[in-house]
């Protein structure tokens, strides 16, 4: 059957998250659906089970491959999904012996991981502007060795459109954290109708009938006298460290 033809019948969704392991490599949460031929407003068939799905899902790990272009230094590769491939049926798998899962505790388990960074995995969450700066990172070693590969890859003219030096704090990953298909959940479009509608209603948590009127005021910018200290002696030792690593990376240089 084509996929043209499948939509016909089931139509298939999903939402993926990606998080960093201490390791510092992305480890992928995806929660998959599959539903009748309108979307997760129709049951699925009775042929759609979570079995024939789990094997979908496990074939496609396996049979997917993207071919890197050849690099002089690196050679040619292929780059695959591993085996580290775990799959759980969730629809109506019990939590507890008559609870279900919910629509709520599949949200809060895509939620958990959206709110981790490469700042978990011992990272930062800042570019990084030069090779010299990555050597006095507050990061882990095996963390720095990660980005120093980076910035060396993305200083290669064939890789130069993957721009990996302006990702070298992410460790080169330049996806991003949550996606999701078309018809998974809810869009931003309805979201943004249904906030417009609840706010032209004048609706509050005290009823339909109550308002609330507010007002603003310029009130000033910029820091306080004590954080206008703290900042400018965070400013003196970033300078000083700036300072320091050029000086010691120059003199690695000179010696013989």
């Not at 659906?33 to 496990?58: F, K, S, Y």
Request: glycine share 8%; proline share 5%; net charge positive.
């Amino acid at each position: 059957m084509t996929q043209s033809r499948l939509r016909e019948h089931a139509r298939l969704s999903f939402a993926k998250v990606a998080e960093y392991q201490r390791r510092g490599a992305i480890h992928f949460h995806a929660v998959i659906r599959l539903d009748g031929a309108t979307g997760p407003d129709m049951p699925p068939r009775g042929w759609a089970t979570d079995v024939l799905l789990t094997t979908a899902v496990q074939a496609a790990a396996r049979s997917v491959h993207v071919p890197m272009p050849y690099v002089g230094p690196l050679g040619e590769h292929h780059f695959r999904w591993g085996a580290q491939t775990d799959c759980h049926p969730i629809n109506g798998m019990p939590r507890t012996d008559d609870d279900p899962v919910s629509d709520q505790a599949v949200a809060a388990y895509v939620a958990k991981y959206v709110s981790k960074s490469v700042g978990d995995a011992g990272g930062t969450d800042r570019p990084v502007a030069s090779a010299e700066e990555i050597t006095w990172l507050p990061v882990s070693a095996h963390v720095r060795s990660l980005m120093a590969a980076c910035w060396r890859l993305g200083r290669l003219s064939e890789l130069a459109h993957l721009r990996l030096c302006a990702w070298t704090h992410t460790l080169g990953f330049r996806g991003h954290a949550l996606t999701k298909s078309r018809r998974y959940s809810t869009t931003y479009t309805a979201l943004r109708a249904d906030r417009t509608q609840h706010a032209s209603k004048g609706e509050t948590a005290d009823g339909p009938d109550v308002f609330t009127k507010s007002t603003w005021r310029y009130v000033g910018s910029g820091h306080t006298s004590g954080e206008s200290l703290l900042a400018s002696g965070i400013a003196e030792d970033s300078k000083l460290n700036r300072i320091t690593s050029r000086e010691l990376s120059e003199q690695s240089r000179s010696r013989p």
